[in-house]
Nanobody
């Protein structure tokens, strides 16, 4: 089974920074789009940012200029650098990846989620 594991969540004060990582492991042949989503209590899960295999990126308006998504294909890892954090950024953050396994099966996979809390 392909697995995605996030790390880097935690508690940070408003204006602070946090960096998230998500590493994919298992029988991976290739990974296409990778992305970060977040979900606050009582709200729908929303796309934060995603990055294509060629490096193209897209961000939700609320994080533009503050967050940066990147990836290291050799490590099957996607990152999210979060700066100038605001209380409204508080949510569980999930990574997602479009993965083709060594058996040729292509599917989207989700990480387990990591809590990001922005509070003073």
């Amino acid at each position: 089974q392909v697995q995605l594991v996030e790390s880097g969540g935690g508690l940070v004060q408003p204006g602070g920074s946090l960096s998230l990582s998500c590493a994919a492991s298992g029988s991976i042949f290739s990974i296409y789009v990778m992305g970060w989503y977040r979900q606050a209590p009582g709200k729908e899960r929303e796309l934060v940012a995603h990055i294509g295999g060629g490096g193209s990126t897209d961000y939700t308006d609320s994080v533009k200029g503050r967050f940066t998504i990147s990836r290291n294909n050799a490590k099957n890892t996607v990152y999210l650098q979060m700066n100038s954090l605001k209380p409204e950024d508080t949510a569980v953050y999930y990574c997602n990846a479009d993965v083709t396994s060594s058996s040729g099966y292509r599917a989207y996979y989700w990480g387990q989620g990591t809590q990001v809390t922005v509070s003073s």
